[in-house]
Every structure is written in structure tokens, then in C-alpha cells.
């Protein structure tokens, strides 16, 4: 399967736990989003990288969240100090360099913070 | 007023009837208009892709894109069973450093009954 990626696919923590997710795009993606989406609602940008940098980071995004890509391949999206109010669902997607618009999702990291 | 409206629905239609799914935006400078399918507790599946106005046809399902009213459509022919799902629909800018990062509707949820 060549599609994106992620681990966990579930993940249940205590409030004030820290929570680490992994992502691996398509191979050949050189941008690579992460999205947060809850019930009933369209998927909420969070962050954006072309190969290793990460070129914008959403105003809504607490400084508890950070992502990495390190190599330009995989990322990882961590929230340090878990809050009940970061239970969502956490989807990352890749694009390739043309059409750069087209984003392929993955099947999502489901958080439930206790 | 949100950036992109999308009526959530429910929409329950016959199988076999023409299903009509629409997006209303605001924001001018969008050019890329996708509509994506998703499952329960899966990522989304992008389904098509236009850029600026337009029609464009895959199989069952037609695209179309009115930018003088701000306006994006989404037809199914022919509705399967197998097309119940949420379908939302997003769209982009050009934006620094390439971003494309996607504004969402709020999705629309589908049942077509056998």
C-alpha cells in the first residue's frame, strides 16, 4: 500500500499525558499537512511542511503542539500536557510537487483525552 | 460568516436517484475547489478536482464550479448504496510558500437507500 500513513490509529490518554503521532506520506510528496477535525465539522489546518520545513503553523495552534519533519519524509505531530478539549480525530495528508493542490489523506490518529 | 458553507444535511435519497451536493464561499481568491468522501472514522477520499471555473466529469460523478456566484457542485448519477458517506468540500488560495492549505465545509451526510 503506497498511500500516507499514521500510527497510532487510536490513542487514549490522561489529561497531562504527552502524546506523540507518526505519519508517513506518499514517497514521492514533498508537502506534507497536518488537520484536526471533530465531529460534525470540515478537518482545521494546523501546519504545513515543504520537505523539512515547516512553513506555517496555525494562530489556533497552542504552543503544547509540535510538529517535525526531519528528513522530509515522515512527520510527527506531538501535544505535550494533554487538555480533554484536544480530543479529536488527527489527520496528516501529502501532496505531490504537481498538482500541488490535490492533498491524499491518511486514515487518522483518533485522540480521546480522559 | 464562515469562509465556506456546506449544508450538513442529512440527505437520504433512493438508489439509483441524481444526488446534488453544494458549497457556497466568500473568499474571491480561491482557485482549487475538491470535494472529498468520507467514511465513519476514516480520512477523506478526494473524489475530484477543479481548478477556477468549470465542469469536469469522472464516472458517476460531475464537479462544477461557478466563480462569478461563488458557488461549487457536486453531482452523483445513478447513487449506490456504497455512496452513503459524508462528502464535504474544500478549496484553496495561493498562498506563502506554496501552502495550499485546505478551508473546509462542514460536510454533508449521504444515505442512499436500496
Known amino acids: 500500500d503506497t498511500g500516507v500513513s499514521q500510527n497510532p490509529r487510536h490513542k487514549i490518554t490522561k489529561r497531562g499525558q504527552n502524546v506523540t503521532f507518526r505519519c508517513d506520506p506518499i514517497?514521492?510528496?514533498?508537502?506534507l499537512y497536518w488537520y484536526r477535525q471533530t465531529l460534525g465539522q470540515g478537518p482545521e489546518f494546523l501546519t504545513y511542511?515543504?520537505?523539512?520545513?515547516?512553513?506555517?503553523k496555525s494562530r489556533l495552534l497552542s504552543d503544547r503542539f509540535s510538529a517535525e519533519r526531519p528528513k522530509g519524509s515522515f512527520s510527527t505531530l506531538e501535544i505535550q500536557r494533554t487538555e480533554q478539549g484536544d480530543s479529536a480525530m488527527y489527520l496528516c495528508?501529502?501532496?505531490?510537487?504537481?498538482?500541488?493542490?490535490?492533498?491524499?489523506f491518511g486514515p487518522g490518529t483518533r485522540l480521546l483525552v480522559l | 460568516q464562515k469562509e465556506v458553507e456546506q449544508d450538513p444535511g442529512p440527505l437520504s435519497v433512493p438508489e439509483g436517484a441524481i444526488v446534488s451536493l453544494n458549497c457556497t464561499y466568500s473568499?474571491?481568491?480561491?482557485?482549487?475547489f475538491m470535494w472529498y468522501r468520507q467514511y465513519s472514522r476514516k480520512g477523506p477520499e478526494l473524489l475530484m478536482y477543479?481548478?477556477s471555473s468549470g465542469n469536469k466529469e469522472d464516472g458517476r460523478f460531475t464537479a462544477q464550479v461557478d466563480k462569478s456566484s461563488k458557488y461549487i457542485s457536486l453531482f452523483i448519477r445513478d447513487s449506490q448504496p456504497s455512496d452513503s458517506a459524508t462528502y464535504l468540500c474544500?478549496?484553496?488560495?495561493?498562498?506563502?510558500?506554496?501552502?495550499?492549505?485546505?478551508?473546509w465545509g462542514l460536510g454533508t451526510s449521504l444515505a442512499v437507500n436500496p
Open positions: 495528508a501529502s501532496s505531490p510537487r504537481t498538482p500541488q493542490e490535490t492533498q491524499y
Open positions: 514517497s514521492e510528496h514533498n508537502r
Open positions: 511542511f515543504q520537505n523539512e520545513a515547516q512553513l506555517e
Open positions: 473568499n474571491s481568491a480561491f482557485q482549487y
Open positions: 477543479t481548478y
Open positions: 474544500a478549496m484553496s488560495a495561493e498562498n506563502a510558500g506554496n501552502n495550499r492549505k485546505l478551508i
